[in-house]
Antibody, heavy 122, light 110 residues
Framework: QLQVRESGPGLVKPSQTLSLTCAVSGGSIRGGAYYWSWIRQHPVRGLEWIGYIFYNGRTDYNPSLKSRVFMSLDESENNLSLKMTSVTAADTGVYYC??????????????WGLGTQVVVSS | QSVLTQPPSVSAAPGQKVIISCSGSNSNIGSDFVSWYQQFPGAAPRLLIFDNSDRPSGIPDRFSGSKSGTSATLVITGLQTGDEADYYCATGDTRLNTAVFGGGTKLTVL
């Protein structure tokens, strides 16, 4: 059974870089043509797709965040990471890692982690 | 303001049927598959429906989805108190070049 678990610092200061990790178990991150997305949830603004990284390393980011976001895979650790630069209070929320349900596309987010809360505050 | 419009809340009695709508435009629902998610408080969303109307294994057939033009619908029949949750629709938007979500609908089972 595939499981994903996000982890991160919890609290980040404004203007700093947010770094999150998504640990994957029960399957390899390169074990199939799947898309690995990061999605965040804000209490007021709701769910927002940040971007995905394909199993081969190809990425696609939300245009509104593209200039600040970088995603990568670490095959040796079987995890993926998200870096978001120049964070502000608007980046506060719960961040999820999710794998596509199948290989046909990234849009059906089939396997989610529990999420990790991120607060941007000085 | 979400790109996809959902009613903020719906309610129905146990055993009844509820319909949750998701309204979009030609650049999103009109152009791509729709998926639906169920989210309980404090938990991650769970995929209920993908490709407009397909269910992952383990999702009861009480949950069904459909799409027509620029709108999509989630129907839940035989409502149970355990169905009380927030429900979200999602799809791709070709104009925005991103995945978009609805604002969510809170289901109350009276």
């Amino acid at each position: 059974q595939l499981q994903v678990r996000e982890s991160g610092p919890g609290l980040v200061k404004p203007s700093q870089t947010l770094s999150l990790t998504c640990a994957v178990s029960g399957g390899s991150i390169r074990g199939g043509a799947y898309y690995w997305s990061w999605i965040r949830q804000h209490p007021v603004r709701g769910l927002e797709w940040i971007g995905y990284i394909f199993y081969n390393g190809r990425t696609d980011y939300n245009p509104s965040l593209k200039s600040r976001v970088f995603m990568s895979l670490d095959e040796s650790e079987n995890n993926l990471s998200l870096k978001m630069t120049s964070v502000t209070a608007a980046d506060t929320g719960v961040y999820y890692c999710a794998r596509s349900f199948d290989s046909s596309g990234y849009m059906a987010f089939g396997y989610w982690g529990l999420g990790t809360q991120v607060v941007v505050s000085s | 303001q979400s790109v996809l419009t959902q009613p903020p809340s719906v309610s129905a009695a146990p055993g009844q049927k509820v319909i949750i709508s998701c309204s979009g435009s030609n650049s999103n629902i009109g152009s791509d598959f729709v998926s639906w998610y169920q989210q309980f408080p404090g938990a991650a969303p769970r995929l209920l429906i993908f490709d407009n109307s397909d269910r992952p294994s383990g999702i009861p057939d009480r949950f069904s989805g459909s799409k027509s033009g620029t709108s999509a619908t989630l129907v839940i029949t035989g409502l149970q108190t355990g169905d009380e949750a927030d429900y979200y629709c999602a799809t791709g938007d070709t104009r925005l070049n991103t995945a978009v979500f609805g604002g969510g609908t809170k289901l109350t089972v009276l």
